[in-house]
């Protein structure tokens, strides 16, 4: 409908949220819920989209978050414990859209129980030059988001893209106490940016996992056209595991590539890619 849509509802809350408005969207939650359909699919907005789950709260997207119009604007996504995005379930620009449009998705946000973030087949995620962030805490950017029950690993993409343009990506990530990697990129999954934006990715793996995992399939960080700086930090012994076996993992760009590794080295399969100056 026309004008913004703000909703705070801690006590009873709505279970499947879909929208499509004139402005923004700020909807605050109890408990859990899902992006999905109900008169309409998903979520469609031409100014900012606030989402959050407040107690043991999870955000399910199944349908797509889209940006519509020409102003830059900012998707944020915050879950007291685990963000996922379903198969499929894409966030960016709907057709005739211009403009950035930075996406948060901010786990665990209470820092108490732990929450993940999970991106699942098929979901694009496109900031069109916007920033990306994941992570966890009150600040996604110093904090990572952490591996919570069946999902032990703190951010994972599963078959999934996160696509920046010229916009800058930091992904932090730690696993779950019993045991999770910091940050996996799995089957085919792409971290992709152009020009100098900066790609940081910082894993803290538990209970001997790895702190930052790029295994099954193809999976790439940076790209052809990426010409910023790349910094993989893992903080533990758990080691960083860059392609195993047949896999192929790519880290390109033009800038400069760093990887920090606390404890456990670098392990760097027979298809694995480290490239600046292509």
Same mark, same amino acid.
């Given at each position: 409908?026309?004008?913004s849509f703000?909703?705070s ?5 709505i279970?499947t ?6 402005n ?6 109890g408990?859990s819920?899902?992006i999905?359909?109900?008169?309409t699919?998903?979520l469609?907005?031409p100014?900012d989209i606030t989402?959050t789950?407040l ?5 399910t997207v199944?349908?797509?978050?889209q940006k519509?119009?020409s102003a830059a604007?900012t998707l944020t996504?915050?879950a007291?414990?685990?963000i =996922? ?6 966030a ?6 211009t ?6 998705l901010?786990?665990d ?5 732990g ?6 087949? @098929?979901t694009?995620i ?5 920033s990306i962030t994941l992570g966890g805490g009150s600040n996604? !950017? ?7 029950g069946?999902?032990a690993?703190?951010?994972l993409?599963?078959n999934?893209?996160?696509i920046s ?5 930091s992904?932090? @990530?730690?696993?779950a ?5 910091g ?6 999954s792409?971290?992709?940016s152009?020009g100098?934006a900066?790609?940081?990715i910082t894993?803290?793996g538990?209970?001997?996992?790895s702190?930052?995992?790029?295994a099954s399939g ?9 010409a910023?700086?790349? !910094?993989?930090?893992?903080t533990?012994?758990g080691?960083?595991?860059?392609g195993?076996?047949g896999?192929?993992a ?5 800038g400069n ?8 080295g670098?392990?760097?399969g027979?298809? =694995?890619l480290l490239?600046t100056?292509?």
């Open positions: 409908g026309a004008g703000a909703l509802n801690p006590g009873k809350s279970i949220l879909a929208a499509d408005t004139t923004s969207i700020s909807y605050t939650s408990t819920f899902i999905g359909t109900v008169t699919s998903g469609s907005s100014g989402l789950a107690g043991a709260g999870d955000i199944s349908s797509n978050i519509t119009g604007q996504i915050q007291n414990q685990n =996922v995005f379903n198969n499929g379930a894409d960016g620009l709907a057709s005739g859209a403009n950035n449009y930075n996406v948060v901010n786990a946000r209470d820092a108490t129980a929450g993940a973030i999970q991106v699942n087949t @098929g694009v496109n900031s069109n030059g916007g996604p !950017l110093s904090t990572g988001a952490v591996g919570l069946a999902l690993d703190g951010v993409l599963d999934a893209q996160l343009g010229a916009g800058n990506i992904i932090r @990530g730690a696993g106490a019993s045991g999770g990697i940050v996996s990129l799995a089957n085919n792409t971290i992709t152009t100098t900066s790609i940081q894993g803290t538990t209970a001997g996992s702190d930052i995992r790029l193809t999976n790439i960080i940076g790209g052809p056209n990426a910023g700086d790349i !910094l993989l930090n893992g533990t012994g080691g960083m595991v860059l195993t076996g896999d192929t790519t880290i390109q760009t033009t590539i760093t990887l920090n590794q606390a404890g456990g670098v392990s760097q027979s298809g =694995v490239a100056g292509l």
